[in-house]
């Protein structure tokens, strides 16, 4: 077992290093290097998964239990799926030895993370992935590096709250194994701890306030990227540090201080960042949104602090790591072959890139909670939990559960327009008509993801609950209600082919006529097309909510901004200060003098 760790993390790390290295001019290089070793690292935690139940009772540097094992499958995964779709999208751009080093450092310190059993270790590994975080983002376009400034402030200031967080650990607890570190949250130190701990936490998964890094670096970073870091291993990780501290090293209970804490953060996260996914006009950034949208319904179900709502959050979080990392390059590819992420620049894509479309909408339709697939069982359990909570003396679970589903319902309202605006819209161009196909390798890891999004959703008790979830909570799962997923699948394949049926019985004698729009000629009038940028516009212009969005866009909710504002502000106080005038130096010293003075009497 200690080979494989070893393995696992040096075997990436190692490579990663002779890929940076390699002279800029050698592209193909880099890429069948990453390649072939994010491959093998994905055996490796195959391995380590597999053989899992050697190593759960290990108190030493690394042990792997059933949380931390399927974590760790899942981020070779996901490494070596991003790796093989890298290969297609960053063809012919620079610095790829580069690239290809930042990607294969980041696995290697992800697994790390998830096999630390010291804190001290834990917390090394997860400042490499804040400092990778900062290189890959800086690899984008435009402002790229004045977002990856803001991610490295709001990730390295998060480290320091975590810093901090261990350090009283360490003053109640003895031990730094996190195996072996059990603290009530009876007092305002271990609540301290707690607290700092929780917001390193909901900076790596952006949950809110800390959140705002993540749709700054979409509009700049390489979508490979996002769909690494803020889709998928950020989420795993955020998540996975959140779990630990709230059932193991600190326990919350159902309806205690810090329960409230999480599920307030949660649904504040669920609803602020799906209204604002609604409104925008660049798809990556919505889709970021939208990835800090559904980390509430993750904190929201480990903060009901019951079996079936961290259960339910767990299994989110997974689910979100498959459909958004398919979301991302599934709008990777759109963006590679069109050249633009502009939504009122796309339209009429879905005969023309068939495959991105298909991964496209069964990863919608599983962010949004639709049946059979993998989103809505994990959020279905999240609704139990929260259920689960008002069976435990909660009066305000009926809130929890209003916005926990509501924000599903906006979610599929703000995919409905994506969907249109990219694929079924009309082209907004001649030069739209002729997009090429996405290459095969970037084919290949979205489908498979989405073919993820369906087997986790029909089989989910089968494969991903029994194998994956369950055993990570200790216990076992209490369903309420009825919901049979073999059943709706069948029922939903019946009504698809029905409505198949009718479809080919209405095209026998097809009548053609001249598409209008409030009996104008679309053809002739080329200002009448139909745009799903414009969708849900009038959301914006509802009185309260434009207070609200006008703030937005101000930056006014933004933590870095105000923080920036704010160190300016004592800066320029300062600065008047200390003006390089002599009689106001006079009058400090003076003033200095009276105070010792009136100390000393």
């Known amino acids: 077992m200690n080979n494989l760790f070893l393995a696992s993390l040096i075997a990436p790390f190692i490579f990663g290093l002779v890929s940076f290295i390699l002279p800029k001019r050698n592209k193909k290089i880099p890429s069948v290097l990453a390649l072939i070793v994010s491959f093998f690292t994905f055996i490796f935690c195959i391995a380590i998964f597999v053989s899992k139940s050697q190593?759960?009772?290990?108190?030493?540097?690394?042990?792997?239990?059933?949380?931390?094992?399927?974590?760790?499958?899942?981020?070779?995964?996901?490494?070596?799926?991003?790796?093989?779709?890298?290969?297609?999208?960053?063809?012919?751009?620079?610095?790829?030895?580069?690239?290809?080093?930042?990607?294969?450092?980041?696995?290697?310190?992800?697994?790390?993370?998830?096999?630390?059993?010291?804190?001290?270790?834990?917390?090394?590994?997860?400042?490499?992935?804040?400092?990778?975080?900062?290189?890959?983002?800086?690899?984008?376009?435009?402002?790229?590096?004045?977002s990856a400034k803001k991610t490295f402030i709001i990730?390295?200031?998060?480290?320091?709250?975590?810093?901090?967080?261990?350090?009283?650990?360490?003053?109640?607890?003895?031990?730094?194994?996190i195996s072996r570190i059990h603290i009530p949250l009876t007092s305002s130190l271990a609540t301290l701890s707690f607290i700092c701990l929780a917001l390193g936490a909901f900076a790596k998964a952006g949950a809110m306030p800390l959140h705002t890094w993540i749709p700054d670096s979409a509009e700049t970073a390489p979508t490979p990227v996002m769909a690494l870091l803020p889709a998928s291993l950020d989420k795993l990780l955020g998540i996975y540090l959140l779990f630990r501290i709230s059932t193991q090293i600190f326990i919350i209970q159902p309806n205690s201080a810090m329960s409230l804490f999480l599920?307030?953060?949660?649904?504040?996260?669920?609803?602020?960042?799906?209204?604002?996914?609604?409104?925008?006009?660049?798809?990556?950034?919505?889709?970021?949104?939208?990835?800090?949208s559904q980390v509430g319904y993750m904190v929201l179900g480990i903060g009901t602090a019951n079996p079936i709502g961290i259960a339910g959050g767990l299994f989110h979080m997974l689910n979100h790591a498959i459909y958004k990392s398919c979301l991302f390059l599934s709008g990777g590819n759109v963006e590679r072959q069109t050249g633009t992420d502009n939504l009122s620049k796309l339209g009429g894509l879905v005969k023309l890139m068939p495959l991105s479309f298909i991964a496209f909408v069964i990863a919608s339709f599983s962010i949004s909670g639709i049946p059979p697939f993998n989103g809505f069982v994990s959020k279905w359990m999240v609704y139990q939990g929260i259920i689960e909570l008002g069976k435990n003396g909660s009066k305000l679970w009926p809130l929890w559960l209003s916005v926990?589903?509501?924000?599903?319902?906006?979610?599929?309202?703000?995919?409905?327009?994506?969907?249109?605006?990219?694929?079924?819209?009309?082209?907004?161009?001649?030069?739209?008509?002729?997009?090429?196909?996405a290459p095969v390798v970037m084919n290949i890891p979205p489908l498979i993801l989405a073919g993820l999004c369906v087997i986790f959703g029909i089989f989910?008790?089968?494969?991903?609950?029994?194998?994956?979830?369950?055993?990570?909570i200790n216990g076992q799962l209490s369903f309420?209600?009825?919901?049979?997923?073999?059943?709706?699948?069948?029922?939903?394949?019946?009504?698809?082919?029905?409505?198949?049926?009718?479809?080919?019985?209405?095209?026998?004698?097809?009548?053609?006529?001249?598409?209008?729009?409030?009996?104008?000629?679309?053809?002739?009038?080329?200002?009448?097309?139909?745009?799903?940028?414009?969708?849900?516009?009038?959301?914006?212009?509802?009185?309260?909510?434009?207070?609200?969005?006008?703030?937005?866009?101000?930056?006014?909710?933004?933590?870095?901004?105000?923080?920036?504002r704010l160190t300016f502000a004592i800066n320029s106080f300062f600065r008047y200060l200390h003006n390089g005038v002599l009689p106001t130096y006079c009058v400090w010293v003076l003033l200095g003098m009276i105070v010792i003075f009136l100390i000393i009497m």
């Open 263 to 292: 599920i307030i953060i949660g649904s504040i996260t669920i609803i602020a960042a799906v209204m604002m996914a609604l409104v925008q006009h660049n798809f990556k950034k919505l889709l970021s949104y939208h990835a800090v």
């Open 460 to 472: 989910a008790m089968q494969i991903p609950i029994k194998l994956f979830i369950a055993p990570s």
């Open 155 to 177: 990730i390295g200031g998060s480290d320091a709250l975590i810093l901090l967080g261990i350090a009283i650990i360490f003053k109640i607890n003895p031990f730094l194994e």
């Open 404 to 437: 926990a589903m509501f924000g599903s319902a906006l979610t599929l309202a703000s995919f409905m327009k994506l969907i249109h605006a990219i694929f079924l819209g009309q082209p907004s161009s001649k030069k739209i008509n002729q997009t090429k196909k």
């Open 480 to 564: 309420s209600g009825v919901w049979n997923s073999s059943l709706a699948t069948v029922l939903i394949l019946i009504g698809l082919f029905i409505g198949f049926i009718i479809y080919l019985i209405g095209s026998l004698k097809p009548r053609e006529v001249n598409q209008f729009i409030g009996g104008e000629d679309l053809e002739k009038n080329t200002q009448m097309k139909p745009s799903g940028v414009e969708f849900y516009n009038t959301v914006r212009e509802i009185p309260l909510l434009q207070f609200f969005y006008k703030k937005a866009e101000k930056k006014f909710f933004d933590i870095y901004e105000q923080g920036k």
């Open 55 to 146: 190593a759960i009772n290990n108190v030493g540097i690394f042990f792997v239990d059933n949380l931390s094992g399927f974590i760790t499958l899942f981020i070779g995964l996901f490494g070596f799926l991003i790796v093989l779709y890298s290969t297609g999208f960053m063809k012919g751009k620079e610095n790829l030895n580069k690239y290809y080093a930042y990607v294969l450092w980041t696995i290697s310190a992800s697994i790390g993370v998830a096999i630390s059993n010291n804190l001290l270790f834990f917390l090394t590994f997860w400042g490499i992935l804040g400092i990778t975080l900062y290189l890959l983002i800086a690899m984008g376009t435009g402002d790229a590096a004045s």
